[in-house]
């Protein structure tokens, strides 16, 4: 089968993963995490990288929206965390790396981004330039921190070589 494909099929089943996973969260500090996005963004670094990665949170948030599971603010931190985390993940080529672009990305970056999509776009006149961060920074945390489990536990029974192999 083409790599392209197998790339193509597995970011679309990410995606629907994605989705389905937007239903569980947990509350933490007064703050809702929902972890499956972000263990689906490292995950898509480390096996696809980063344009599949952006093209997957794209098609979870469009769809979340669509029926009702989500805000127009997914779209910013689900985006910048793949993206980043694809992007250092595939020229530093360590884990830690897709650790770290995931939380930055989404809680910075993301958290920052969401701003102006809920101020300009939503019409949140309460939000300011950082009131996101600490949410995404807490949602995102958990679902690294889970990521992070299950990619070390691939890596160690030797299956996450042989997948990204398999990928690529």
């Given amino acids: 089968m083409n790599k392209n494909l197998k790339k193509l099929i597995l970011a679309a089943i990410f995606a629907g993963i994605s989705v389905v996973g937007s239903m ?3 509350p933490v ?3 809702k995490c929902a972890p499956v996005q972000h263990i689906i963004n490292v995950m898509c670094a480390i096996f696809l990288g980063p344009w599949y990665g952006v093209g997957c949170a794209f098609v979870a948030s469009l769809i979340r929206n669509m029926v009702g599971l989500g805000t127009l603010l997914a779209f910013p931190g689900s985006m910048c965390g793949a993206l980043l985390s694809g992007l250092l993940y595939k ?3 360590k884990r830690w ?3 770290g672009g995931e939380v930055f990305g989404t809680a910075i970056i993301g ?3 969401a701003y102006p999509f809920a101020s300009l776009i939503m019409g949140n006149a309460e939000a300011t330039l950082f009131t996101y961060v600490i949410p995404f920074l807490i949602s995102t945390a958990g679902g690294t921190i889970i ?3 299950i990619i070390e536990i691939l890596n160690g029974a ?3 070589k042989r997948l990204q192999d398999m990928l690529n």
């Fill in 24 to 26: 569980v969260s947990i």
């Fill in 29 to 31: 500090f007064g703050s």
């Fill in 91 to 93: 020229f530093i080529k």
């Fill in 97 to 99: 790396a897709a650790y």
């Fill in 111 to 113: 958290g920052l981004l």
């Fill in 147 to 149: 990521a992070i489990i």
């Fill in 158 to 160: 030797g299956v996450l």
